[in-house]
T-cell receptor, first 115, second 112 residues
Framework: EAGVAQSPRYKIIEKRQSVAFWCNPI?????LYWYQQILGQGPKLLIQ????????DSQLPKDRFSAERLKGVDSTLKIQPAKLEDSAVYLC?????????????FGPGTRLTVL | AQSVTQPDIHITVSEGASLELRCNYS??????LFWYVQSPGQGLQLLLK??????LVQGIKGFEAEFKRSQSSFNLRKPSVHWSDAAEYFC??????????FGTGTSLTVIP
C-alpha cells in the first residue's frame, strides 16, 4: 500500500514570494490534515479536511495561507506571501475515518526555507 | 486547555540500555494517547496508542507505554535500545472532536 505522498520535499523562497505544497493521501482515506512543524517544536494542526470539506481551519493564518482539496483526494496548501516565520516542515497526514483517535499516516513532509 | 509536555528535550543512552521517555498531558476527560517516532527526513510513524482498557500498551519495535491517570502520564519505555532507535519521539493527545495535540518532542541519541 502506497503511503502519503508530498511534493516538493524541499523549497527555498524569498519572503513575500508565493509557494504551494501538494499532498496525495493514502487511497480511500477520507480525512486529510496539514500540519506545520517549526524546528524544535511538535507539529501544529493547520487544517483538517473530511472528503472535500473543511472540518477545522481555526489555526490556519487565513490572511496568507489557503488550502483546498478538490474532489476529496489530493490537496494543496498555499502561502501567499511568505514570511520568514513560515520556515518550517509542512506535514500532510491522512486517516481512514474522521475521528482524531484513528491512526494518522504521515507523509515525509516539505521543508520550506524563507530567506 | 489541552496540552502535552515532554520534559526531556534530549536524551542520550548507551546501546543495550533501557529507555524511558516522559510524557504528561493536561485534559479534563480520558484522552486518547499516542507516541510517534520521526527519523531524520521521514514522516511520523505511530509506535503505539492508548484508548481504553489495559493501561500498559505494546507497540512496534519493542516499545511499550503505560497510562497512569493519577499522574496524567503516558511514558514510553524500551528495555534494550538499539542504535536504530535514534530519532525524535513525539507524544500526542487526541482530545475529542478535531483536536489533536503534539508535545515538543524528545530527541534520542544512542551511543555505542
Amino acid at each position: 500500500e502506497a503511503g502519503v505522498a508530498q511534493s516538493p520535499r524541499y523549497k527555498i523562497i524569498e519572503k513575500r514570494q508565493s509557494v504551494a505544497f501538494w499532498c496525495n493521501p493514502i487511497s480511500g482515506h477520507a480525512t486529510l490534515y496539514w500540519y506545520q512543524q517549526i524546528l524544535g517544536q511538535g507539529p501544529k494542526l493547520l487544517i483538517q479536511f473530511q472528503n472535500n470539506g473543511v472540518v477545522d481551519d481555526s489555526q490556519l493564518p487565513k490572511d496568507r495561507f489557503s488550502a483546498e482539496r478538490l474532489k476529496g483526494v489530493d490537496s494543496t496548501l498555499k502561502i501567499q506571501p511568505a514570511k520568514l516565520e513560515d520556515s518550517a516542515v509542512y506535514l500532510c497526514a491522512s486517516v481512514q475515518r474522521g475521528a482524531p483517535y484513528n491512526e494518522q499516516f504521515f507523509g515525509p513532509g516539505t521543508r520550506l526555507t524563507v530567506l | 486547555a489541552q496540552s502535552v509536555t515532554q520534559p526531556d528535550i534530549h536524551i542520550t543512552v548507551s546501546e543495550g540500555a533501557s529507555l524511558e521517555l516522559r510524557c504528561n498531558y493536561s485534559y479534563g476527560a480520558t484522552p486518547y494517547l499516542f507516541w510517534y517516532v520521526q527519523s531524520p527526513g521521514q514522516g511520523l510513524q505511530l509506535l503505539l496508542k492508548y484508548f481504553s482498557g489495559d493501561t500498559l500498551v505494546q507497540g512496534i519495535k519493542g516499545f511499550e507505554a503505560e497510562f497512569k491517570r493519577s499522574q496524567s502520564s503516558f511514558n514510553l519505555r524500551k528495555p534494550s535500545v538499539h542504535w536504530s532507535d535514534a530519532a525524535e519521539y513525539f507524544c500526542a493527545v487526541g482530545a475529542g472532536g478535531n483536536q489533536f495535540y503534539f508535545g515538543t518532542g524528545t530527541s534520542l541519541t544512542v551511543i555505542p
